[in-house]
């Protein structure tokens, strides 16, 4: 038997995976259902919710998978994974749900799971210097949290520069996701990107020198890099799906995740790992026994 935690996650990603692509206009859009929630890429909504359930971001990213198998977006085909009992008993429990009416069930389950969190942390910093919280309450939260932006605006992806002194993060405060970096303390915000398409995943370097992001324009993915002030943007790499960069600790590559489609007419084939050098010129894929995404790079050993 699942988790509350973990039924909560698959039934968003049985909802996700249903609803994953739209006709608009006559002409099919992928990768919508992520929009529903104001994000724009997979790696940005997995990661957030993963976050906020106490998942693993791969957890909810395999159970997405396993999802598209039943349902026909153009993820389907490539991965094969039978159901699990609960899934099975998901799938029968909500086929019958419009979009809408699931959506609306969707949203709920995640807002509850909020309103839980702060009404913790509610409890924990009611007292003085952040008190002394109970073993329930710490196991409960996991972390103490602090809200650092104040806008209707969607705000996600975070990183701490190295010396924890900013933050680098996604808005769409400005029309559209762009980047920004701020004070460690929210204050000071400032927009760094101003090219053409939508910038997500920014990423600080070990170095503090450059901040790598995914970028998404014309119907194309690219990873790319810039300094934390906007200047000297850099495109690295593109392809039909290319995002979630990570740096190696030497602030001098990037490994991110890539996915291939044989033909532009063909549906995904398959998912691996890339590592490009700082200059771009230098790519080459990491080779795994069998699919692999959302990178993340061990720190140096002593």
Partial sequence: ML??????????????????????????????????????TRTEFHSSIATQFGVKQSYVKNMEDSYDAIHNNHRKGWHQRDLRPAQKQIVEQYKGKDENELLEIVISLINNNSKIALNILEDITSRDNWGEASDDNINDLQKFVKRITNNPDIDVSPSYSPDGSRITF?????????????????????????????????????RGDYIAFTKSMKGEFYIGVMRPDGSDERLLDKGFMVEGPTWAPNGRFLAYEVSHRIKKTDKEANVQIRMVDFSGRNKRIIKTPEDASDPAWSPLIP
């Fill in 3 to 40: 988790s509350d935690n973990k039924n909560n996650v698959n039934l968003i990603a049985y909802f996700t995976s249903r609803f994953l692509d739209e006709k608009q206009n006559g002409v099919l859009k992928e990768n919508v259902a992520y929009a529903k929630f104001g994000f724009q």
């Fill in 170 to 206: 996604t808005s769409d405060r400005g029309g559209k996701p762009q980047l920004y970096v701020m004070k460690a303390d929210g204050s000071n915000p400032k927009r760094i990107s101003f090219g053409k398409g939508r910038y997500s995943t920014p990423v600080w370097s070990p």
